[in-house]
């Protein structure tokens, strides 16, 4: 899926004619408290077509989204539906003009039946003003049978799977009739199948004569399922069109503001000797039969789709769960490791993907987040030196060029980017052996990024084993030394050197088997 | 590995802090609190010519002494996130339990221990089901405050447990000089060890962190299991003085023994500063709190104002610091839109 | 798979209902007569109403412990009015203390709602002022029978098809919730709000409004049953009903009614209240002191709601394929 070079130099900010736009937004500004998340930005959608809303993380995306559903108020600008200036004062508003959202953890209620789902807010009502349950579920049933879906609409929703939740999603979303859909990265956590099935359901949106607005990431399905685009940087609309007259190339240009063939640090790595061997961890229900060793100075690349089980098993690695079989050496000397702090003690340490929950503890400030799994160091008998805590967090946030007002401050005040350098100057005060680093540059900017993964280099030049997860497949083959790619809770394939290549990455991790020697 | 020196040249100092601690504590609630204490002080003094009695006054801190040293213990367990509402009922259960040992014949050490012990015991089980269950403190410790009393009530019925040995009255009566009683003492004592463990240890470190991010705190290597079975074990311990100290001041037991305190406790925590969604809060805040509803109440006294009319200000002081800075905010926050 | 066990635990607690009574039965048989079981059911009356009220705050994820302050408020003003006037009709009374208590309960909700306080602490704060109130516009004075008019006295006494008019009250607000739980849109707002407030919001659900409609509900039936209980018990004092709160909580948990929100039913609140007032008059026909009925109602909190917790407990992310289809 590599870029159609043939593409043209400009964008497109202006429509095609012909029809309509079934929604346009001009204008539309919207600031929070320090932030400008949007600045007069524009967007059309049109009926029966699928826009594909594109940026990177806080360019502004989920901003337009909550402005279109009515959860905020824009500063400035207007919204127009089928020539009609419309407001949103509140999210009931956005619904009875026809505007809908299906996001991407489905935001649904567990423990309500499928028809109430679907019907809660408009349900239909008996001459007393009662919901009509018999209507309800009739409906339910009908909505389900039209997008394919077979639901029993009197089953409580906690009862199915993601892909079923998605579905029941949009029967919402034609329930309340809407002629606008706003689809919010819908096949982020599902599986091949369901993703084609999700296309073709929004195939059938299109052909119902719905305009859609498509956001997502993934490039691939962009050019397959997308008539227009529509490219957000930075809280700026930056570019629209047609995306017959894009390549990828241009795409991402546009995203980024610059060119993006990211550079990965030349590395010469030199191993040292086995650090870590993990022999048969299993879990219940999350992983099976992991097994590898690592060497020192090794970067060890982990890939595989969301949801291969990946954290879960860094995380018991790390001793937040513990494994129901399995055991670790760490030099060669059995390693029983039952919580985070007999980890630490090892010398093991995780970077979580969740930055905001399981990194930084927001509240504390810097040097104290920094100094928290290092009191043993820092303190004496158990009483805290405040002087220790500071000199250790003036000594590593200095080098991981740290941009802060002070080190008292609150570690919440800071970027997505400085948070988790603060995250890793953490680890890094504890002087660890292993560093797991599960997803290390999801969701901050792409200088940050190259600053990350310079570091990852020097770390492992420096001897410390470092272990990655990552879904992207250039940071894996730039970065890793051996890839280990898991699917479905267990190891489908190892690969080093010429191997590694991303066929081989993706087929290990979508389970296409093929016989090699 | 010489993380700390390499590429120091080309990372930039960042100042250690950005407000000195004078300026910190100028802005800080608890200077705030400090002014109103005064001011209660003086206004005090005017409304009646009794208050500036040395003995007065004596007697006016035990409005508060034996209520503060739980306080201090409920502010770690709010800071960390936790509640503990059984803590009244831990007193009558602890103190039905000394008045028991005394029936057979107990010396006062022995229902020092029993007093100790079973706020030791209770607080292990509030412990427990919270920590080794992962049921929410608030329901458990709701659950808890009617076992504890209730089986105070079960023991005692309507009766009470009276005759307590005279050296048992130092504790809740005894002086150590002069004006200043044995309470007032412990109160002190308690308050500056309380304020060394939460301020200036790795424990109290690990009850801030867990207070702003539990699942944070877990992945730094804190036990946060054990933190906060501690935090209930010192809030049952704590309670279990409260019980010794109560017992030997009224010289009874009755089942409805401390009824209520729980509101108050929470109320002076939450005057001291402490956020009731944990994360933040002092010791001294919560001296301070406490020494400001002692010398309200006392003056309320005075003025010969019921103690039921005073549990209405109680209730509205509780709602409203929490409410004032919501609406200031608010207020702000429309004036800047 | 949830909502069958919802059911199963509703029909576990009525099970448990019948083994608690046949146990009583086979000893006392007096106690399952019919005039008894009326009695036993008159004398919950008043905590059903106030379980059903508290069970759509739990919904909410808020809690209500002002309810009995709230009552006895309520019981003391309709007294005081009553004693004043006299002639005041029955229904104007039970208007006047349903809308009282739904200020109360309102102040509550705008609390939560507007300045976002936690409900824990506004109702403990509320709590303690509602009560203060009752001994300042008393005086700490206590109205006896003799004080109030007979009609006042009468009404949730008399008997009508065999039921005493309370009984019917409950029955009839029992009925009220079946229909605004299960057929109106409020009522699926309750669970919505509780079950997943994110989701809520962008259904066009306000939370602090549902939350403050939960707390009007509970507290006008909080001002009702104030009435019904001052008048049925000929007394109003500034303790009435002292520490019921924690025995209305106590009926919803013991109920199912999940304290972390979103999950509860009608059926539920109603067995936990029945299964306390079987085992409070019990007491007395079995021999054990009253004083027992405390402990009982705490520890049935605790394992209830330990219960609750290990019978909901979310189970991580099922990955492997063979863990899917043992589940």
């Known amino acids: 899926m590599l870029a159609n070079t043939q593409g043209i130099e400009d964008a497109h900010p202006q429509s095609a004619k012909g029809s309509k736009p079934a929604l346009s937004l001009t204008g539309i500004s919207k600031s929070f408290p320090g932030v400008k998340a949007l600045s007069e930005v524009a967007l059309e959608l049109y009926p029966g077509e699928v826009t594909a809303l594109v940026g990177e993380n806080g360019a502004g995306k989920s901003t337009i989204v909550k402005i279109l559903t009515g959860i905020y108020q824009p500063d400035e600008g207007e919204i127009v539906i089928d020539e009609n200036r419309v407001t949103f004062p509140t999210a009931q508003d956005a619904g009875k003009a026809g505007v809908t959202a299906i996001h991407q953890e489905t935001v649904l209620f567990d423990d309500l039946s499928v028809a109430e789902n679907i019907f809660i807010g408009h349900a239909p009502k008996t001459r007393l003003g009662l919901i009509n349950r018999g209507e309800m579920l009739n409906q339910a049933q009908n909505l389900l049978n039209r997008i394919g879906a077979s639901i029993d609409p009197h089953v409580t929703l906690r009862e199915l799977g993601i892909a079923n939740k998605h579905l029941v999603a949009i029967a919402r979303a034609l329930s309340i009739d809407a002629s606008i859909v706003i689809m919010d990265e819908p096949t982020a956590s599902l599986s091949h199948k369901e993703i084609e099935e999700t296309y073709e359901l929004v195939e059938r949106l299109k052909a119902e004569g719905k305009a859609i607005l498509f956001i997502s990431h993934k490039f691939d399905e962009i050019f397959r399922i997308a008539d227009r685009y529509t490219v957000f940087r930075d809280g700026q609309m930056v570019g629209a069109g047609r995306i017959k007259d894009v390549s990828e190339r241009e795409l991402v240009k546009l995203m980024v503001g610059r060119s993006v063939d990211q550079v990965f640090p030349k590395r010469a790595p030199e191993l040292g000797k086995e650090v870590l061997k993990v022999v048969g961890y299993s879990h219940p229900t999350e992983f099976e039969d992991i097994g590898f060793t690592l060497r020192s100075g090794e970067i060890l690349g982990f890939y595989g789709l969301v949801g291969a089980g990946r954290s879960e098993f860094m995380q018991a690695l790390f001793g937040v769960t513990r494994p129901s079989k399995g055991a670790i050496r760490i030099d060669d000397q059995v390693a029983v490791i039952r919580d985070p702090n007999e980890a630490i003690g090892h010398g093991i340490v995780y970077v979580p993907e969740d930055r905001g929950k399981q990194g930084a503890v927001k509240g504390l400030p810097i040097f104290q987040n920094i100094s928290l799994p290092s009191l043993k160091e820092t303190s004496r008998n158990g009483f805290l030196r405040l002087v220790e805590e500071f000199r250790l967090a003036r000594d590593y946030t200095k080098r991981l060029d740290l941009r802060a007002a002070a080190l008292d401050q609150d570690i919440g005040e800071l970027s997505g980017g400085n948070q988790q350098k603060v995250v890793i100057a953490k680890w890094l005060a504890t002087k660890p052996r292993v560093i797991i680093l599960d997803e290390p540059t999801k969701g901050i900017d792409i200088g940050s990024k190259a600053a990350v993964h310079e570091f990852m280099a020097e770390l492992a030049a420096e001897g410390l084993a470092v272990i990655m997860v990552s879904s992207e497949i250039p940071e894996i083959l730039g970065m890793s030394d051996r890839v280990i790619v898991m699917r479905e809770g267990r190891i489908a394939a190892e690969f080093e050197g010429p191997d590694l290549t991303p066929e081989h990455l993706v087929r290990a991790a979508a389970g296409i088997v093929e016989a090699r020697p | ?337 | 798979m949830i909502h069958s066990l919802i059911k199963s635990r509703e029909t576990v607690l009525a099970m448990a209902i019948l083994v608690l009574v046949g146990a009583i039965a086979s000893r006392f048989p007096a106690f399952v007569a019919p005039a008894n079981l009326v009695n036993v059911f008159n004398d919950t009356a008043p905590l059903i109403i106030l379980a059903l009220g508290q069970m759509v705050v739990i919904l909410t994820r808020c809690i209500d412990l002002s309810v009995a302050a709230n009552l006895a408020l309520t019981g003391m003003v309709v007294a005081m009015l009553n004693t004043l006037l006299p002639d005041l009709p029955v229904p104007l009374i039970m208007v006047i203390a349903i809308g009282l208590g739904s200020v109360m309960g309102l102040f509550n909700g705008l609390l939560v709602w507007k300045l976002d306080i936690p409900p824990i602490v506004v109702t403990l704060g509320t709590m303690t002022i509602y009560r203060g109130i009752i001994f300042v516009i008393s005086g700490g004075e206590w109205i006896n029978a003799h004080e109030m008019s007979d009609a006042f006295k009468a009404f949730p006494r008399d008997v009508v098809f065999g039921l005493p008019v309370l009984s019917w009250i409950a029955i009839l607000v029992l009925i009220g919730f079946i229909v605004l739980i299960g057929r109106t849109a409020l009522g699926r707002a309750f669970f919505a709000v509780g079950g997943n407030p994110h989701a809520a919001v962008y259904t066009g659900i306000n939370v602090g409004l549902t939350q403050c409609a939960a707390y009007i509900i509970s507290g006008a039936l909080a001002g009702l049953t104030g009435y019904l209980w001052v008048a049925r018990y000929a007394v109003a004092y500034v303790d009435i009903a002292g520490g019921f709160e924690l025995e209305v909580v106590a009926a919803c948990v013991i109920g199912g009614i999940s304290i972390a929100g979103g999950i509860g039913s009608v059926g539920g609140a109603l067995l936990g209240a029945l299964f306390l007032g079987i085992v409070k008059n019990a007491l007395p026909v079995v021999n054990i002191s009253p004083f027992w009925q405390l402990a009982i109602s705490g520890s049935a909190i605790i394992i209830a709601v330990a219960f609750n917790a290990t019978s909901n407990r979310t189970k991580g992310r099922v990955i492997l394929k063979k863990a899917e289809h043992a589940t």
């Open chain 2, 1 to 337: 590995m010489s993380l700390a020196t390499h590429q120091a040249s080309t990372g930039r100092q960042i100042p250690d802090r950005l407000k000195t601690p004078l300026r910190r504590f100028l802005a800080s609630w608890e200077l705030l609190l400090l002014c109103v204490a005064v001011a209660v002080f003086i206004l005090n003094s005017f409304a009646s010519p009794y208050f500036l009695d040395p003995w007065n006054l004596s007697d006016a801190t035990y409005n508060f002494t034996e209520k503060a040293m739980i306080a201090f213990a409920m502010a770690l367990l709010i800071i960390s996130g936790e509640i503990d509402l059984s803590v009244a009922s831990i007193i009558a259960l602890a103190s039905t339990a000394m008045g028991f040992a005394l029936q057979l014949g107990a010396e006062t050490p022995l229902l020092i221990l029993t007093g100790l012990g079973v706020g030791l015991l209770c607080g292990a089980f509030n412990g427990f089901l919270v920590t080794g269950l992962g049921l929410p403190s608030i329901v458990v410790t709701i659950g808890t405050m009617s076992l504890f009393r209730g089986i105070s009530y079960i023991v005692l019925g309507d009766k009470a447990y009276t005759g307590y040995p005279s050296e048992f009255g130092f504790f809740g009566q005894g002086y150590v000089w002069w004006v200043i009683t044995f309470e007032l003492v412990l109160f002190a004592v308690t308050a500056v060890i309380f304020a060394i463990l939460l301020h200036r240890t790795n424990f109290g470190r690990a009850v801030f962190a867990i207070g702003n991010n539990p699942v944070g705190a877990l992945f730094s290597g804190i036990r946060v299991t054990r933190v906060k079975f501690a935090l209930f074990l010192l809030t049952g311990l704590m309670s279990g003085v409260a019980a010794i100290c109560l017992t030997s001041r009224l010289g009874a037991t009755r089942p409805s023994i401390a009824f209520g305190w729980e509101l108050e406790v929470v109320t002076m925590v939450v005057l001291g500063g402490v956020s009731i969604l944990g994360g933040s809060g002092s010791i001294p805040g919560v001296a301070i709190a406490a020494f400001v509803m002692g010398m309200v109440t006392f003056g309320f006294g005075l003025l010969n104002v019921p103690g039921i009319v005073m549990s209405i200000f109680i209730g509205l002081l509780l709602i409203a610091v929490i409410a004032l800075p919501r609406i200031v905010r608010q207020i702000l926050a429309r004036r800047k839109a």
